[in-house]
Every structure is written in structure tokens, then in C-alpha cells.
């Protein structure tokens, strides 16, 4: 099982960036994907979640600017990042929870996953 983060970049504040979350392996369906974000000299901190019907909830930080969504037929979370701000310049993951993957056998993921991080860099 792999997780693959892609679509970070440098922006201008009030800008717009989608990042993707891109499952592949042994994968059938995501279950359940998480967004952190590290950013410089800070601790991780959990951005956002989704689970599969549509259920998300976000950090107050982000809400109202950021939007989950997925592509069951690509096995892909995406992070929209709307109006954003120098403040939201970090390293940006995903991360797959205990049971957060369905595998092609049936059962559900016995591990957490991490994508390798995307970087997002706003400036003023």
C-alpha cells in the first residue's frame, strides 16, 4: 500500500491549490483519509478528514476555506485550499487511519498510512 501526495506548490495569498491523495497497492476503497499539516519549526496538526458517504470535518483553522472530497474510481482524496494564507505554508500529508483502507481481499487496513508530503508555500 502506497499513498502519494501531490499538488503542492508556491501560490499567492488568496490563491487556490487542490491537492491530490493518490491510494495504490493492494488497495479496493478508501474508508477513511485524514489531511495534516507540518508547518516550519511547528508540530503536525490534523487539517481535516474524510469518510466514505461524505462525512468531513475540518480544523477551525480551515473552515470554510479548505473542502474534502474523493474519487472512489481513482481510489483519491483531494484537499481544495481556497483563499489561502501565508499561515497555511507547511508540508501538508495524508494519512490513511487503522481501517482506513479497504484491501482487495476484503478486509480492512491493519496499519496507518502516510503519504510523503506535499509542500505548500504561500506568500504575502
Known amino acids: 500500500v502506497q499513498l502519494q501526495a501531490s499538488g503542492g506548490g508556491l501560490m499567492q495569498a488568496g490563491g487556490s491549490l487542490r491537492l491530490s491523495c493518490a491510494a495504490s497497492g493492494n488497495i479496493l476503497s478508501i474508508n477513511a483519509m485524514a489531511w495534516y499539516r507540518q508547518p516550519p519549526g511547528k508540530e503536525r496538526e490534523m487539517l481535516a478528514y474524510?469518510?466514505?458517504?461524505?462525512?468531513?470535518d475540518y480544523a477551525g483553522s480551515v473552515k470554510g476555506r479548505f473542502t474534502v472530497s474523493s474519487d472512489a474510481t481513482k481510489n483519491t482524496v483531494y484537499l481544495q485550499m481556497n483563499n489561502l494564507e501565508p499561515e497555511d505554508t507547511a508540508v501538508y500529508y495524508c494519512?490513511?487511519?487503522?481501517?482506513?483502507?479497504?484491501?482487495?481481499?476484503?478486509?480492512?487496513?491493519?496499519?496507518?498510512?502516510w503519504g510523503q508530503g506535499t509542500q505548500v508555500t504561500v506568500s504575502s
Open positions: 494519512k490513511a487511519p487503522l481501517a482506513g483502507l479497504t484491501l482487495q481481499s476484503g478486509s480492512y487496513s491493519t496499519d496507518e498510512y
Open positions: 474524510f469518510i466514505s458517504g461524505g462525512r468531513t
